[in-house]
């Protein structure tokens, strides 16, 4: 089983949809979560933290379920400019090396 | 405040020769970890870095090797290049080593 696991997609959705991803983790130590965008060709950047008790980010919602081992992202009232690569990255676990998901693709149509 | 950077941005190299990247952190930040991200596939870890001392690596081969100065700032060697090798090298830095980690733009290896 790989570290952390992503459903690759893509996901399309119309404009204004709500879609959310998931995010599995293996390691049951681990201890900091992350969301990170990637658009094509670029650096990926932090979209936010994942916090034990959930966190939100205007139409973003991240959530972090420890006893099934999986985190969320939750995007309400897709925009196109949401279209991009959402990676999950899982960090700590007695390592500290920060684990990537393989990236999810999202794609928001008009 | 500057960001983290890396340089150069694009690189084109013989199979065989040795490539040295570079990456500066965001002031402050003491922790410097290196991926190889190839199309399609989500960032692999390569060498960690925290306050100049070697903290984790990666399953890649000795061919690729690491350090961190003084001042922070990394360097990534990757020798006897392999066509294999060609790939979007990032550098990420972080405050301390299980924090948000910030990446630089990347630097685009093509090896022919």
């Known amino acids: 089983r790989k570290e952390v696991e992503q459903d690759p997609g893509p996901f399309n959705v119309p404009e204004g949809a709500t879609v959310a991803f998931n995010c599995t983790y293996s390691?049951?130590?681990?201890?900091?979560f992350f969301w990170y965008r990637q658009d094509c060709r670029k650096e990926p950047k932090l979209l936010m933290s994942v916090y034990s008790s959930g966190n939100e980010d205007g139409r973003f919602t991240a959530q972090l379920n420890r006893a099934s081992q999986y985190i969320s992202l939750l995007i309400r009232d897709s925009k196109l400019s949401d279209s991009a690569t959402y990676l999950c990255v899982v960090n700590g676990g007695g390592s500290y090396i920060p684990t990537f998901g393989r990236g999810t693709s999202l794609i928001v149509h008009p | 405040d500057a960001g983290v950077t890396q340089s150069p941005t694009h690189l084109i190299k013989t199979r065989g020769q040795h490539v040295t990247l570079r990456c500066s952190p965001i002031s402050g930040h003491k922790s410097v970890s290196w991926y190889q991200q190839v199309l399609g596939q989500g960032p692999q870890f390569i060498f960690q870095?925290?306050?100049?001392?070697?903290?984790g690596r990666g399953n890649f081969p000795d061919r690729f090797s690491a350090r961190q100065f003084p001042n922070y700032s990394s360097e990534l060697n990757v020798n006897a290049l392999l066509l294999g090798d060609s790939a979007l090298y990032l550098c990420a830095s972080s405050k301390q080593r299980n924090t948000e980690a910030f990446f630089g733009q990347g630097t685009r290896l093509t090896v022919v």
């Open positions: 390691n049951s130590a681990s201890q900091s």
């Open positions: 870095y925290y306050e100049k001392e070697e903290r």
